[in-house]
């Protein structure tokens, strides 16, 4: 299995610009998970997703973010405007099921600088 | 959701066991104990799960006593590839996976 696969790898944009991070789960699973991670906060959950639909997006700093998961293969995260402040690594996992002990299987995360 | 405290960091020798203790004085009949390590420019990686006594597996072993309020997470003869950061999560089962990632505790293992 190919695992969670993230993209872009890196993206860097100017603030203002709309950013769209893309997150394909692990085939099957029923959960996905996109958190953000910086030095000052860790690791945030932003959104997470069952059956794709949305369960607890509370988050979800404010309503420059959006997340979307159209189908069971694909997710996007958006930003629009984006801030510099937005600046992290944002990861997206993914488990096969709903439970507390379900384990989350992380991709290798979008690193975003916005300028 | 449980509050978890974990050290911040810990230094190791290659070669020595590390163990890193967790505390979740406030954690519920449903939660289990869960542990993931992270690799620098990586997504974090689940290593262990427990909810009482022992769980052993080929990466780590999970203590838990029976108050179940803390639990050490041990490293047996760790490697200059087990520096990370090492993440406590407390959750129930019903929480729709759902978990707090704590600050973490960043373990250095030097030659």
């Known amino acids: 299995d190919a695992g969670v696969i993230q993209s872009p790898r890196h993206e860097v944009t100017e603030m203002g610009q709309e950013v769209t991070l893309r997150c394909k789960p692990i085939?099957?699973?029923?959960?996905l998970f996109w958190y953000r991670q910086t030095m000052m906060r860790g690791l945030e959950l932003l959104i997470y997703?069952?059956?794709?639909?949305?369960?607890?997006d509370s988050g979800m700093p404010e309503d420059r973010f959006s997340a979307k998961m159209p189908n069971a293969s694909f997710s996007t995260l958006k930003i629009q405007p984006s801030e510099p402040r937005d600046s992290a690594v944002y990861f997206c996992?993914?488990?096969?099921?709903?439970?507390?002990?379900?384990?989350?299987?992380f991709g290798p995360g979008t690193r975003l600088t916005v300028l | 959701l449980a509050k978890t405290t974990q050290p911040i960091s810990m230094d190791s020798y290659e070669g020595q066991e590390v163990n890193i203790t967790c505390s979740h004085n406030?954690?519920?009949?449903?939660?289990?104990i869960t542990w993931y390590q992270q690799f620098p420019s990586q997504g974090p990686r689940f290593i262990i799960q427990?909810?009482?006594t022992k769980v052993t597996n080929e990466v780590a072993s999970l203590f838990i006593p029976a108050d179940r309020k803390s639990s050490t997470l041990s490293l047996p003869r760790v490697s200059l590839s087990d520096t990370a950061v090492y993440y406590c999560?407390?959750?129930?089962?019903?929480?729709?996976?759902?978990?707090?990632f704590g600050a973490g505790t960043q373990v250095v293992v030097t030659p």
């Open positions: 406030n954690i519920a009949t449903n939660d289990y």
């Open positions: 427990g909810y009482k």
């Open positions: 997703f069952n059956n794709n639909v949305p369960i607890d």
């Open positions: 999560l407390v959750g129930p089962t019903d929480s729709w996976g759902k978990l707090q």
């Open positions: 996992a993914s488990s096969l099921a709903s439970g507390g002990t379900d384990t989350q299987y």
């Open positions: 085939s099957g699973h029923n959960s």
